[in-house]
């Protein structure tokens, strides 16, 4: 699998576009880009994926570079509620998901 | 998404004790069911794998024989701690999924031994 850099934790002001960061330069080809999100007590909740292109659906949206080395986790309009730990992880279809430390995103009033 | 239900969300239990979790697929067939770890601030820990019918493959340096995992059905999964020890207390939490798609969480178990 290949390995991930996030920065270990962002601030964001409520209703500001929280862009969050992953370096996954070691990326295989068949190797989609997934992100989840743990907020503090819960299960991890899937969020978004996508293999090449830029992605958007009602939670967040997905820019994926085109050397697909880095990709970048776009929450339009964050909330107090979107708070939590952001989990950026490549994933060949089929296999299972393996989490690094990901990014502590604290969004402030 | 697929909803996941993991059962129950926080158990106490006594030293040397064994505790069952429950983990069910509401919503959809999970052909494949994954078991995780984690402790306070850290990130989760991949236990074990099954897939329905089959034995798990545990992870290197979980126990099998402390840690059993049922994939019996489909749409349920066990997770049994056995003889369950202080540093066993942590948050369990299962993860399901349906062929080579995006695997759903439940919402996970704290577990406390005393």
């Known amino acids: 699998d290949a390995k991930t850099t996030q920065p270990p934790s962002m601030d964001c002001a409520e209703g500001r576009a929280a862009n969050l960061p992953c370096n996954h330069s070691?990326?295989?080809?068949?190797?989609?880009v997934y992100w989840y999100r743990q907020i503090h007590s819960q299960g991890p909740q899937y969020i978004i994926h996508?293999?090449?292109n830029n992605e958007t659906n009602e939670m967040a949206s997905l820019i994926i570079t085109e050397d697909r080395k880095s990709s970048t986790l776009i929450l339009p309009h964050a909330t107090l509620r979107d708070t939590a730990v952001y989990y950026c992880?490549?994933?060949?279809?089929?296999?299972?998901?393996?989490f690094g430390g990901g990014t502590r995103l604290m969004v402030k009033p | 998404g697929a909803v996941v239900s993991q059962h129950p969300s926080w158990v106490i239990c006594k030293s040397g004790t064994s505790v069952k979790i429950e983990c069910r697929s509401l919503?959809?067939?999970?052909?494949?069911m994954f078991w995780y770890r984690q402790f306070p601030k850290q990130s989760l820990m991949l236990m074990a794998t099954?897939?329905?019918?089959?034995?798990?493959?545990?992870e290197q340096g979980v126990e099998k024989d402390k840690f059993l995992i049922n994939h019996a059905s489909l749409t349920l999964s066990t997770l049994t701690v056995t003889s369950a020890h202080p540093e066993d207390s942590s948050f369990y939490i299962c993860?399901?999924?349906?062929?080579?798609?995006?695997?759903?969480f439940g919402q996970g178990t704290r577990l406390t031994v005393v």
């Open positions: 993860s399901a999924r349906s062929g080579a798609w995006e695997a759903f």
């Open positions: 070691t990326i295989s080809g068949n190797e989609y």
């Open positions: 996508g293999l090449k």
């Open positions: 992880i490549p994933r060949g279809a089929g296999n299972m998901l393996t």
């Open positions: 919503d959809f067939q999970a052909t494949t």
């Open positions: 099954s897939n329905e019918g089959s034995k798990a493959t545990y």
